[in-house]
Protein backbone atom coordinates (compact mmCIF):
# COMPACT_ATOMS: atom_id res chain seq x y z
CA UNK A 1 0.00 0.00 0.00
CA UNK A 2 1.64 3.17 -1.12
CA UNK A 3 2.57 5.47 1.96
CA UNK A 4 -0.32 8.93 1.92
CA UNK A 5 1.76 11.97 0.30
CA UNK A 6 3.34 14.57 2.45
CA UNK A 7 3.22 11.98 5.81
CA UNK A 8 7.01 13.16 6.62
CA UNK A 9 5.77 16.91 6.42
CA UNK A 10 2.48 15.92 7.80
CA UNK A 11 4.08 14.36 11.13
CA UNK A 12 6.44 17.80 11.59
CA UNK A 13 4.90 19.62 14.77
CA UNK A 14 5.10 22.44 12.82
CA UNK A 15 2.86 21.44 10.55
CA UNK A 16 0.36 20.62 12.88
CA UNK A 17 0.44 23.66 15.08
CA UNK A 18 0.17 25.69 11.53
CA UNK A 19 -3.27 23.42 10.84
CA UNK A 20 -4.40 24.00 14.62
CA UNK A 21 -4.43 27.62 14.27
CA UNK A 22 -5.71 27.76 10.90
CA UNK A 23 -8.73 25.79 12.49
CA UNK A 24 -8.73 27.73 15.81
CA UNK A 25 -8.68 31.12 13.80
CA UNK A 26 -11.31 30.18 11.27
CA UNK A 27 -13.25 28.86 14.28
CA UNK A 28 -13.06 32.63 16.29
CA UNK A 29 -13.57 34.30 12.95
CA UNK A 30 -16.32 32.90 12.27
CA UNK A 31 -17.72 33.62 15.59
CA UNK A 32 -16.80 37.12 15.44
CA UNK A 33 -18.62 37.52 12.16
CA UNK A 34 -21.89 36.55 13.47
CA UNK A 35 -21.61 39.88 15.42
CA UNK A 36 -19.97 41.64 12.57
CA UNK A 37 -16.42 42.37 13.25
CA UNK A 38 -13.24 41.10 11.87
CA UNK A 39 -10.20 39.86 13.53
CA UNK A 40 -8.06 42.72 14.04
CA UNK A 41 -10.98 44.54 14.80
CA UNK A 42 -11.07 42.39 17.76
CA UNK A 43 -8.28 42.38 18.76
CA UNK A 44 -7.96 46.59 18.67
CA UNK A 45 -10.73 46.59 21.02
CA UNK A 46 -9.42 44.28 23.23
CA UNK A 47 -6.23 46.28 23.55
CA UNK A 48 -8.15 49.37 24.15
CA UNK A 49 -10.00 47.76 26.61
CA UNK A 50 -6.83 46.88 28.54
CA UNK A 51 -4.67 49.63 27.76
CA UNK A 52 -7.37 52.90 27.56
CA UNK A 53 -6.37 55.81 27.45
CA UNK A 54 -4.04 54.54 25.16
CA UNK A 55 -2.25 57.19 22.62
CA UNK A 56 -2.90 56.01 19.08
CA UNK A 57 1.27 55.19 18.22
CA UNK A 58 1.42 53.41 21.49
CA UNK A 59 -1.83 51.01 20.43
CA UNK A 60 -0.18 49.96 16.94
CA UNK A 61 3.44 49.43 18.88
CA UNK A 62 1.49 47.48 21.25
CA UNK A 63 -0.16 45.46 19.05
CA UNK A 64 1.94 44.97 16.11
CA UNK A 65 -0.06 46.53 13.77
CA UNK A 66 1.03 48.97 10.85
CA UNK A 67 -0.03 52.34 11.48
CA UNK A 68 -2.02 53.01 8.36
CA UNK A 69 -3.70 49.86 9.07
CA UNK A 70 -4.60 50.59 12.24
CA UNK A 71 -5.96 54.16 11.40
CA UNK A 72 -8.50 52.15 9.00
CA UNK A 73 -9.47 49.67 11.23
CA UNK A 74 -10.32 52.79 13.84
CA UNK A 75 -12.05 54.52 11.62
CA UNK A 76 -14.20 51.68 11.27
CA UNK A 77 -14.72 50.89 15.00
CA UNK A 78 -15.26 54.97 15.64
CA UNK A 79 -17.82 55.02 12.61
CA UNK A 80 -19.47 52.02 14.09
CA UNK A 81 -19.80 54.11 17.90
CA UNK A 82 -17.10 51.78 19.30
CA UNK A 83 -14.13 53.71 19.79
CA UNK A 84 -13.60 57.58 20.98
CA UNK A 85 -10.37 59.44 20.01
CA UNK A 86 -10.48 62.80 21.81
CA UNK A 87 -6.98 64.48 22.88
CA UNK A 88 -4.22 63.03 24.49
CA UNK A 89 -4.32 64.52 28.10
CA UNK A 90 -0.51 64.16 27.99
CA UNK A 91 0.11 65.24 24.78
CA UNK A 92 -2.65 66.96 22.95
CA UNK A 93 -0.88 66.77 19.26
CA UNK A 94 -1.64 62.78 19.97
CA UNK A 95 -5.28 61.03 20.03
CA UNK A 96 -6.20 58.89 23.08
CA UNK A 97 -8.34 56.15 22.19
CA UNK A 98 -10.75 54.84 24.36
CA UNK A 99 -13.92 52.00 24.03
CA UNK A 100 -17.33 53.46 24.29
CA UNK A 101 -20.01 52.39 26.10
CA UNK A 102 -21.29 50.13 23.22
CA UNK A 103 -18.17 48.88 22.28
CA UNK A 104 -17.13 47.61 26.10
CA UNK A 105 -20.46 45.56 25.45
CA UNK A 106 -19.69 44.35 21.94
CA UNK A 107 -15.92 42.97 23.67
CA UNK A 108 -17.91 41.44 26.02
CA UNK A 109 -20.00 39.40 23.42
CA UNK A 110 -16.95 38.98 21.42
CA UNK A 111 -14.76 37.26 24.26
CA UNK A 112 -17.51 34.89 25.34
CA UNK A 113 -17.68 34.36 21.49
CA UNK A 114 -13.63 33.61 20.62
CA UNK A 115 -13.95 31.70 23.91
CA UNK A 116 -16.55 29.30 22.94
CA UNK A 117 -14.54 28.98 19.24
CA UNK A 118 -11.83 27.78 21.60
CA UNK A 119 -13.38 25.58 23.54
CA UNK A 120 -14.70 24.05 20.26
CA UNK A 121 -11.17 23.64 18.90
CA UNK A 122 -9.90 21.76 22.23
CA UNK A 123 -13.08 19.92 22.54
CA UNK A 124 -11.06 16.49 21.87
CA UNK A 125 -8.74 17.11 24.92
CA UNK A 126 -9.65 17.00 28.69
CA UNK A 127 -9.67 19.92 31.29
CA UNK A 128 -6.04 18.98 31.82
CA UNK A 129 -4.95 18.44 28.67
CA UNK A 130 -6.48 21.69 27.47
CA UNK A 131 -4.28 23.09 30.21
CA UNK A 132 -1.10 21.46 29.83
CA UNK A 133 -1.42 22.08 25.88
CA UNK A 134 -2.23 26.00 26.68
CA UNK A 135 1.56 25.63 28.76
CA UNK A 136 3.36 24.20 26.35
CA UNK A 137 1.91 26.26 23.39
CA UNK A 138 3.25 29.39 26.33
CA UNK A 139 6.52 28.03 26.34
CA UNK A 140 7.48 27.36 22.98
CA UNK A 141 6.26 30.52 21.43
CA UNK A 142 8.05 32.83 23.64
CA UNK A 143 5.45 34.55 25.42
CA UNK A 144 4.62 35.11 28.71
CA UNK A 145 0.35 34.55 27.66
Known sequence: MAEPPLLAI???PSWLLG?????????VAEA???EDLRMWHHVVLSAVHDLAPVAQ???????????KDLVGILNDLQAAGLVRREPDPGDRRKNAVSLTPEGERLLTRCERAARAANDTLLAPLSAAERD?????LIRI?????
Open 10 to 12: RSL
Open 19 to 27: RAAARGRAL
Open 132 to 136: QFTDL
Open 141 to 145: SGTDG
Open 32 to 34: LAA
Open 57 to 67: ADLGRGIGLDP
